[in-house]
């Protein structure tokens, strides 16, 4: 079965990211394919590659690049949410003159309509919330 | 675009301010509206309290979202499903609400839900 999956929970504040992962991490164990993983609103933080939590905690950020190099996962992070929230990439980064960029650059950016792409095309798309 | 049809039902659960959860679903739901894939909307919990006129959002400094429902009828999104309980447990009448909604029991929601492809909770 295709799955897609829907993260709306920022990491660390709220369990959406870390169920997410141990969801995805059981679909692709039992031979189901992950057709894209889409992070919206507080969502977006899941993709800051500066995330530096203590050691005896999770990096939830580097779980998902290890699970997306692994199963090369499609890691989509919602344009509008992200850089309202300032998680922005380079090019993003250049157009509002900003002064760095911290999207993990195993994360894209872009629109809601690769949501929607991702409900077309799946057989079940499962969101986790705050 | 994709010739292939899914239909889709949004759940909206969080009340108009507070969290950007009403905000977010309503951009979905014009999103999916442009891919013109069928969808419904669903309100239950206090997201009925989206569907009350004459925000005053201004006064807390937030955009008003009342502007935003009146636009789903050019979107052509006209299933709006309401949690009937909902509404009693908040004290809000039916003719309260200027949109063309449908009122749902419990059982209703569950048929709703069942007959969809994809189900997007907010």
């Known amino acids: 079965m295709i799955f897609s999956i829907v993260v709306t929970g920022a990491p660390y504040s709220s369990q959406a990211s870390a169920s997410a992962l141990q969801f995805s991490r059981s679909v692709l164990k039992l031979g189901h394919t992950i ?3 889409f992070f919206y609103a507080d969502g977006v933080h899941s993709g800051s590659a500066l995330a530096a ?3 005896d905690e999770a990096n939830i950020p580097s779980e998902w690049t290890a699970l997306a190099c692994e199963h090369d996962l499609d890691l ?3 344009i509008a949410a992200a850089v309202r929230r300032g ?3 380079e090019n993003e980064a250049r157009r509002y003159e900003k002064s760095g960029h911290n999207l993990s650059p195993d994360f894209t950016l872009s629109g809601l309509g690769q949501l929607v792409e991702a409900g077309i095309l799946s057989d079940r798309v499962v969101t986790f919330g705050a | 675009m994709s010739d292939t049809k899914k239909s889709f039902l949004i759940i909206n659960r969080k009340a108009p301010y507070g969290s950007s959860a009403a905000r ?3 951009d979905v739901a014009l999103t999916i ?3 013109e894939q069928p969808l419904s909307l669903l309100f239950m919990d206090d997201a ?5 006129p004459a925000h005053n959002a201004a006064a807390i400094g937030q955009k008003n979202l009342s502007a935003n429902l009146s636009m789903l009828e050019m979107y052509d999104i006209d299933q709006l499903y309401v949690c009937q309980r909902a ?3 908040r004290g809000i009448r039916p003719d309260d609400i200027e949109l063309n909604i449908i009122l749902l029991d419990q059982s209703g929601i569950a048929a709703l839900i069942k007959k969809q492809d994809q189900v997007l909770s907010f």
């Open chain 1, 76 to 78: 989509v992070v919602c």
């Open chain 2, 48 to 52: 009925v309290l989206q569907l009350l």
């Open chain 1, 53 to 55: 939590p203590p050691q």
């Open chain 2, 33 to 35: 509206s442009v891919f």
């Open chain 1, 35 to 37: 057709h894209r993983v």
């Open chain 2, 87 to 89: 509404l009693e447990q």
């Open chain 1, 87 to 89: 998680v922005l990439d």
């Open chain 2, 24 to 26: 977010d679903a309503l």
